[in-house]
């Protein structure tokens, strides 16, 4: 089995979930006779969100280039980032280490793809909404990518910033989240919804997202736990 190397910290919620979920379905996987070895370089997530939010996207993309090398040195075969947000910087963050990284908009895309989704709607922090780094795959093969409008942003931003990237779920926010869903399934005619942000399934899942969702999280598992087993 390969060695799973990730960056995590951005935020440790998601950090958590990953480590878990990769250990528990790997070993339900090979029947209980194994786990993967994986290592964590860990960030300091105020650092990185500044770095992002003041757009000193060079400053970010050295940061988590020196955690993708040191996971290189380890010896990790499958290297990934465990933030969406942080894709901001993935073009650059390729030229940096010699091993692949496998890409969260990249998977997620092919996903959407695959369902024959033809207009997609994207949550996720401010600037997934509203930048192009998680579009582009999508658009690039035909997808029509709807966000919520500046207002709802602000809310989503906030919602995911104060509270789920510190463990925080509260009913209120899951029926404002909904409504938000509702309101772009109504308006602009979504067949599904990304949960573009690694804290949004902590809230968010198909049994109560009012289209079909797509877990970003869930997604680049899959395509995690694949590769590590490949021979």
């Known amino acids: 089995m390969k060695k799973i190397g990730l960056v995590g910290g951005t935020g440790p919620e998601s950090t958590l979930m990953y480590y878990k979920k990769l250990n528990d379905e790997i070993d339900r996987l090979t029947d209980g006779k194994a786990m993967p070895d994986i290592a964590i370089e860990s960030v300091d997530f105020h650092r990185a969100w500044e770095y992002v939010t003041e757009g000193k996207y060079d400053l970010l993309a050295d940061y988590l280039g020196e955690k993708l090398q040191a996971l290189e040195k380890s010896n990790s075969e499958v290297i990934s980032l465990t933030a969406v947000t942080m894709h901001v910087v ?37 600037f997934t909404m509203e930048k192009d780094y998680m579009k582009k795959d999508l658009i690039s093969s035909g997808v029509e990518v709807f966000v919520p409008n500046e207002d709802e942003r602000k809310l989503i931003g906030k919602r995911i910033y104060e509270e789920l990237e510190r463990g925080i779920v509260k009913d209120s926010t899951l029926k404002e989240l909904t409504d938000i869903i509702n309101r772009m399934k109504a308006d602009d005619g979504i067949e599904g919804v990304i949960l573009g942000c690694t804290e949004l399934p902590l809230i968010l899942n198909q049994d109560n997202c009012p289209v079909a969702c797509f877990d970003a999280v869930e997604i680049h598992l899959r395509k995690l736990i694949k590769m590590a087993l490949e021979d």
Request: charged share 30%; hydrophobic share 40%; aromatic share 2%.
């Open 90 to 126: 993935f073009d650059e963050l390729k030229e940096k280490i010699k091993s692949p990284i496998v890409s969260i908009p990249q998977v997620v895309s092919e996903e959407v793809v695959s369902k024959g989704i033809k207009r997609i709607g994207l949550l996720g922090t401010i």
